[in-house]
């Protein structure tokens, strides 16, 4: 995940950035989005790389790591 792309994600969910280029995480809710956001990318990434696996269960690894964020 980029530096951009994290950036993207906490303006989605308001946390406010510094002048420095800092984050100022602002309430528990808005973390806890934050954190859920990051989630989701890193779990889309991985089942992507076990869709484009060779493995023959691969696919089902990646609709079981789809299936968390459905939690």
Same mark, same amino acid.
């Given at each position: 995940?980029?530096?951009?792309?994290?950036?993207?994600?906490?303006?989605?969910?308001?946390? $406010?950035?510094?002048h420095?280029?800092e984050?100022?995480?602002?309430?528990?809710?808005?973390?806890?989005?934050?954190?859920?956001?990051?989630?989701?990318?890193?779990?889309?990434?991985?089942?992507?790389?076990?869709?484009?696996?060779?493995?023959?269960? $691969?696919?089902?690894?990646?609709?079981?790591?789809?299936?968390?964020?459905?939690?």
């Open positions: 995940m980029t530096k951009e792309e994290i950036i993207e994600m906490a303006k989605k969910v308001g946390v $406010g950035m510094l420095d280029g984050f100022a995480l602002m309430g528990n809710e808005k973390i806890k989005a934050f954190a859920k956001l990051i989630a989701q990318k890193e779990r889309e990434e991985c089942a992507k790389l076990c869709d484009e696996s060779e493995y023959p269960d $691969g696919i089902d690894l990646a609709y079981l790591i789809r299936a968390r964020g459905q939690e």
